[in-house]
């Protein structure tokens, strides 16, 4: 038995592709930083029938990170599918730096989070996936033009497409499908960035042929 795991397990996208998943028959691992966030989350997943496996951990502890990614494989088999939905958002510009003795190690923080935490992951997962010659890697991308307000998130997200590129390139031969779902505004329900919307992105991705793999959707709204 497998299905997916997910990192970053909040109340928006995470949710929202977790319960799309779930109502396809298929069991969902959730990893998210706090216990009573990934708790309500995993009840809702429960209600519709899958086994569902409940971890926390913090995406920037790679010890953390990896029990937890163990956890889940011993409790439901090697995974179909990965999601990193992981990310730290917040305002920052360029001119913090000259300001502020905390911002370089608030933008350090934001890249491990944004993408190391995506590489950690990819490198614990993927390898068995290419031996088994097939599974998807998704990304929860965004910012697809840098705003100078953004600055570390500009910076993350553009290295998330470089990842995703990079692992395409390395195990994509294999079989695994790595792409990413950018999504280029606010996510919120009842809006045109409605997360139940977006989580059919990775569905879609997820079941595509091989003859038909995306790198990239992007969801303009």
Do not use: C
């Amino acid at each position: 038995m497998a299905g997916l795991v997910l990192i970053g397990a909040g109340p928006g996208i995470g949710r929202s592709v977790a319960l799309r998943f779930a109502r396809e028959g298929m069991p969902v691992a959730l990893v998210a930083r706090t216990n009573a966030g990934v708790r309500r989350i995993a009840d809702d997943v429960r209600l519709l029938g899958v086994p569902v496996v409940a971890s926390t951990a913090d995406s920037t502890d790679e010890r953390g990170l990896r029990a937890a990614l163990d956890a889940a494989a011993a409790e439901l088999g090697a995974p179909d599918i990965v999601v990193y939905n992981a990310a730290l958002i917040r305002p920052d510009t360029v001119d913090d730096l000259a300001v502020n003795d905390h911002a370089m190690r608030a933008h350090l923080d934001a890249w491990a989070v944004n993408v190391v935490g995506a590489l950690v992951t990819a490198a614990h997962t993927l390898p068995g996936m290419a031996k088994r010659g097939s599974g998807s890697f998704i990304v929860t991308g965004g910012m697809p033009e840098p705003k100078p307000e953004y600055v570390s998130l500009s910076l993350g997200k553009a290295g998330v497409r470089t990842a995703v590129e990079l692992l395409h390139q390395q195990y994509g031969p294999a079989g695994v499908h790595v792409a990413s779902v950018t999504v280029a505004g606010a996510v919120a329900p009842g809006t045109a960035f409605d997360p139940d919307e977006i989580a059919n992105h990775y569905w879609h991705l997820h079941t595509q042929p091989r003859e038909q793999w995306l790198r990239e959707v992007v969801h303009t709204g």
